[in-house]
């Protein structure tokens, strides 16, 4: 699968390039960029990768897919350019302002044939994966509550104004987490935080409960501007507990400069001392951390796009997220529960 991206800021060049690079029957064969400095970078990062003033000169050259990550008040309008010229499209979450709008984009996809994912690439990451096994092997019991707090202290990264926002921008993960590992949500309760320090009022701060249509209650929280950095898991069950603080561990290799196409085997293992512990009647044990590798949603996409395997995110599933999202913002304002 040929695929160009359409921006090379943090996330197209930290987020996506390396995972496209690692991912299995997908080929990387242009970028998007117009700054002297960004095309600096990419020719840094990929020695001869073609460069392109636009998505319709990238389009121009001929791919089979092209990834949307580009900020996120335009983000809606490069996807829809892309559907109408019969290209498969990952979008970056949020992949449009509100659920609504998301459900034309999903439209469009669907009448012009094309693949329509979106880049919820955190449900790889390693601490909700061994989460997840922890889930599926029944020995919390009957599950009632899941807790996933994520501190950044990074206030220069939040994205401002009525398109960004904390919850829009790392509430859309977490959210998505839940949705994926509890189900769809029924009713949705949360507070935001607000700041004007960066000269527009922008929400910096969340705690949003779902209930799910299972009778399980998830908490996501996460906050830029208290100087905190925390990554926790607490699920709760009629048998016990699991509770793990683990790291950003891909991320944190990214920034670092690393690349899972040159350490596929070791890629995404948190480090042992992160390991979570599950308690029950028969006691306490480590639970080993499950490997992440954000690559398996390039190639899972580049299988679906050839229909030889499920979507990875379909377009459907992000909507549910920005569903959730929608009824928090309303939670928020009226102090109220929001039925969905």
């Given at each position: ?10 996330g197209g060049?930290y ?5 496209i ?14 700054s002297?400095?960004k ?6 990062d990929?020695?001869?990768l ?17 990834t ?12 829809l ?7 498969h ?13 998301a459900?034309?984009?999903?439209v ?14 955190r ?17 919390l019991g ?6 996933s707090?994520?501190?950044q ?9 009525t398109?960004?926002g ?13 949705l ?10 949360a507070?935001?935080?607000w700041?004007d320090?960066f ?5 910096c ?9 299972s ?12 100087h ?19 790291a950003?561990v ?12 040159e ?9 042992a001392?992160?390991?979570g ?14 490997q992440?590798?954000?690559a ?11 229909v ?6 379909p ?5 549910q997220t920005l569903e ?6 309303r ?7 929001i039925?969905l």
């Amino acid at each position: 699968m040929r695929i160009g991206i359409v921006g090379y800021g943090v996330g197209g060049r930290y987020f996506h390039a390396p995972f496209i690079e690692a991912a299995d029957g997908v080929e990387l064969v242009g970028v998007v960029a117009r700054s002297g400095p960004k095309k600096a970078q990419i020719d840094a990062d990929f020695p001869g990768l073609p460069i392109y003033g636009s998505l319709a000169e990238l389009l121009d050259v001929g791919v089979d897919a092209v990834t949307i990550t580009t900020p996120p008040h335009t983000r809606q309008e490069l996807v829809l350019e892309a559907i109408k010229a019969g290209v498969h499209v990952v979008a970056d979450k949020p992949f449009a302002p509100n659920a609504d709008a998301a459900r034309e984009l999903a439209v469009a996809a669907a009448h012009a044939g094309v693949v329509l994912n979106v880049y919820h690439n955190r449900r790889r990451d390693a601490d909700i994966l061994t989460l997840a096994n922890v889930l599926a092997a029944g020995e919390l019991g009957q599950l009632w509550r899941v807790h996933s707090t994520m501190d950044q202290d990074n206030a220069d990264s939040l994205e401002l104004g009525t398109s960004g926002g904390l919850l829009r921008d790392l509430g859309s993960h977490l959210v998505d987490q839940m949705l994926w590992l509890l189900g769809p949500a029924t009713h949705v309760h949360a507070t935001l935080h607000w700041t004007d320090r960066f000269g527009e009022r922008t929400d910096c701060g969340f705690v949003v409960t779902m209930t799910h249509a299972s009778g399980v209650v998830s908490t996501v929280s996460a906050s830029k501007l208290n100087h905190s950095s925390i990554r926790e898991l607490r699920a709760y069950g009629s048998n016990g507990s699991y509770m793990a603080a683990g790291a950003d561990v891909q991320a944190d290799a990214v920034f670092a400069g690393r690349r899972p196409a040159e350490e596929p085997a070791t890629w995404g293992i948190d480090a042992a001392e992160n390991w979570g512990t599950l308690a029950t009647r028969a006691g306490r044990k480590t639970i080993a951390s499950a490997q992440g590798n954000y690559a398996d949603f390039y190639t899972e996409f580049a299988r679906a796009v050839r229909v030889e395997g499920p979507e990875p995110v379909p377009a459907a599933e992000a909507i549910q997220t920005l569903e959730v999202l929608d009824a928090a913002r309303r939670s928020a304002q009226e102090n109220a529960v929001i039925a969905l």
